[in-house]
């Protein structure tokens, strides 16, 4: 019984087309993330939303349109989908951020 | 701009040796300290955290120490086994963020 799933887990692509990545926890927690791992393998936080709001929106260009419709689900729209988009992506959630995270198991999006 | 860093990329261990995981950090404003775990097409797993009013926190083979004078953090797993052969990624929070080291790749060798 998944605690936080990604959907898809990998994702080939051309450049300019849009996808989503859904997520979802069954854990009751109120806060969910967006992050990004790149080539070089750096994790870096991309949205987060608390019961349904946006709390940290970092530096993400806008063609990333985060929608949460409710506290259990945070998806990720890419629009115009380019190359350097290609990473992995981890959805994840928690009660307490100093309490740590629970990841998904990331969604490979590779843009040819 | 790094504000967490993991300087070494990867560190081999004898299996039932002590493995020792080091990160810095720049920002003082930090209130707490993680240690994540990461498997090959996995997300990572929470493993242990500390408060940023604490040096030492203890969980079975996992304990992390903190000096905040020298900005430093490291994680000792004792004793090494091969299960525990992963990406070890340091982290730190500030209010609702979390910011992620650039990870330490893990090998205990048998």
């Known amino acids: 019984d998944t605690a936080v799933s990604q959907t898809p887990k990998y994702l080939v692509t051309q450049m300019g087309n849009d996808k989503s990545i859904k997520c979802e926890q069954n854990?009751?927690?109120?806060?969910m993330y967006w992050y990004k791992q790149d080539s070089k393998k750096f994790l870096k936080i991309m949205f987060s939303?608390?019961?349904?709001?946006?709390?940290i929106n970092e530096t993400v260009p806008n063609r990333f349109s985060p929608k949460s419709p409710d506290k259990a689900h945070l998806n990720l729209h890419i629009n115009s989908l380019e190359l350097g988009d290609s990473a992995v992506y981890f959805c994840?959630?928690?009660?307490?951020?100093?309490?740590?995270?629970?990841f998904g198991s990331g969604t490979r999006l590779t843009v040819v | 701009d790094q504000q967490v860093k993991q300087n070494s990329p990867s560190l081999s261990v004898q299996e039932g040796r002590i493995s020792i995981l080091n990160c810095d950090y720049t920002?003082?404003?930090?209130?707490?300290f993680l240690w994540y775990k990461k498997y090959p097409a996995e997300g990572p797993t929470f493993l242990i955290s500390?408060?940023?009013?604490?040096d030492k926190n203890e969980d079975g083979r996992f304990t992390v120490f903190l000096n905040k004078s020298a900005k430093h953090l490291s994680l000792h797993i004792v004793p090494s086994q091969p299960g525990d052969s992963a990406v070890y990624f340091c982290?730190?929070?500030?209010?609702?963020?979390?910011?992620f080291g650039k990870g330490t790749r893990l090998h205990i060798l048998p």
């Open positions: 854990l009751g927690h109120d806060t």
């Open positions: 500390i408060s940023s009013i604490k």
């Open positions: 920002n003082s404003m930090f209130d707490y």
């Open positions: 982290a730190a929070s500030e209010g609702d963020k979390i910011i």
């Open positions: 994840a959630s928690s009660y307490v951020p100093s309490h740590g995270y629970t």
């Open positions: 939303y608390n019961n349904k709001e946006l709390i």
